[in-house]
């Protein structure tokens, strides 16, 4: 089967088999974001656990 090209892009795959993501609302209207906000959301996280599933079905892990 084929991976959703969707969840291909969007997430990677962590050396201890966790799955890192970017965080949302960065792409524009910035202005009104705070410094603190803004430099936040610019580092990568990790998809919560409820998740984690859906994704590596998605991504034909599973």
Known sequence: MKTKS????????????????KHA???????????????A???SGLVHKADVNSIKDQL???
Do not use: E, P, V
């Open 6 to 21: 969707s969840a291909k892009k969007r997430f990677k795959l962590t050396g201890s088999g966790k799955i890192k993501r």
């Open 25 to 39: 609302f960065k792409s524009h209207i910035l202005t009104k974001k705070s410094k603190k906000r803004k430099l």
């Open 41 to 43: 959301l610019t580092h």
């Open 60 to 62: 034909r892990l599973i």
